[in-house]
């Protein structure tokens, strides 16, 4: 409920009680923080700033089928430069998107779900190895995503 914030005073904003979508959201986004924080500080410009959401958000897509996202964004006085959003979809509770922009970078069902959806022993050495390794490939494929779009020197279309 606490990375639901002030939404989660709206009944009809609350995921159902089997729904892991918001809190895998809010797990995967507080642990990249740090990293797209900096990543969006150190390719910013003058007057520019980085704004992160601090709570999981309900969005709809062109459907109507509902996602659970969190995201970073660099703006200037203009709006937004570059949109960085973590999301999970209702229809499967265990896929997170990674997109920068509207260009999905990454498409994965993380390594923990992943072993306890095949039944297998939860290890705390693998698990604690394996999510080091699923948040850096996070981290580099936004890293070299928002890197193309800083080289070619201006707003790309699927900025937001």
Do not use: C
């Amino acid at each position: 409920m606490l990375a639901l914030g002030q939404q989660a005073k709206d009944p009809q904003a609350l995921p159902d009680l089997t729904n892991r979508a918001p809190s895998l959201v809010n797990w995967i986004a507080r642990d990249l923080d740090d990293p797209v924080r900096g990543l969006l500080t150190r390719v910013s410009h003058d007057g520019e700033q980085v704004i992160s959401d601090q709570t999981v958000t309900t969005v709809h897509d062109q459907n109507r089928r509902p996602r659970w996202e969190r995201s970073w964004r660099l703006v200037d006085h203009t709006g937004v430069i570059v949109k960085v959003t973590v999301l999970v979809d209702d229809e499967d509770d265990t896929l997170v998107h990674v997109r920068v922009g509207g260009e999905d970078v990454v498409r994965a069902v993380p390594p923990w779900i992943d072993r306890r959806r095949r039944g297998q022993q939860q290890d705390a050495d693998v698990d604690s190895s394996q999510r080091r390794i699923f948040y850096r490939f996070i981290e580099e494929n936004i890293a070299a995503t928002v890197q193309r779009f800083r080289l070619a020197g201006d707003r790309p279309p699927w900025s937001v």
